[in-house]
């Protein structure tokens, strides 16, 4: 498959964070948010999920803090919204069985739109959802994508810091 973005993961993470799916550059880079206006290595050390911003070059590390990668669609795009309905249906049971075979503590969705087809629900809230997902606690997350203008930097701090402090 061409523009394909492994997944940085391991059985048992406190946290998989799930992408909706790669962007380009991060996909012909062939690491995880490489985008140059992407905030996530940035939020995620301002929210106290590492004690310093990881590279994108050196993604793989955060395997070494108990948090993973992945994403809901393999497929790589300019932007998340030139995904269809069927690539989400097309994804989901690969994501359930990859979820089961992991069984992280924590499933971090990166936006709403992956949490919403995969749970068929159309009215998400930010933050803890009620429901589990693979035997995951499920929190949804702003995505951190520099195409995102509805989060300033403070506002996507915040809500990573609420997921942080709810599992310290």
């Given at each position: ?66 948090y993973g990668l992945t994403t809901a669609v393999a497929r790589a795009t300019v932007r998340a919204d030139e995904l269809s309905k069927a690539e989400f249906d097309q994804s989901i049971e690969t994501f359930k069985r990859k979820m089961e075979r992991y069984k992280p503590t924590y ?62």
């Amino acid at each position: 498959m061409d523009n394909y973005l492994q997944d940085i993961i391991a059985e048992n993470l406190t946290i998989l964070f799930c992408g909706i799916n790669p962007g380009l550059k991060s996909a012909v880079q062939g690491h995880h948010f490489s985008g140059r206006s992407n905030r996530f290595w940035k939020v995620l050390h301002q929210a106290g999920f590492t004690p310093h911003e990881i590279q994108p070059i050196l993604d793989s590390t955060i395997l070494d803090y108990g948090y993973g990668l992945t994403t809901a669609v393999a497929r790589a795009t300019v932007r998340a919204d030139e995904l269809s309905k069927a690539e989400f249906d097309q994804s989901i049971e690969t994501f359930k069985r990859k979820m089961e075979r992991y069984k992280p503590t924590y499933l971090a969705f990166l936006g709403k739109p992956a949490y919403q087809a995969f749970s068929g629900q159309k009215n998400i809230q930010w933050g803890l959802q009620e429901a589990p997902f693979c035997n995951a606690t499920v929190w949804v997350l702003p995505n951190p994508s520099g195409l995102n203008r509805g989060f300033t930097l403070p506002m996507l701090i915040n809500h990573y810091q609420a997921l942080r402090n709810y599992i310290s």
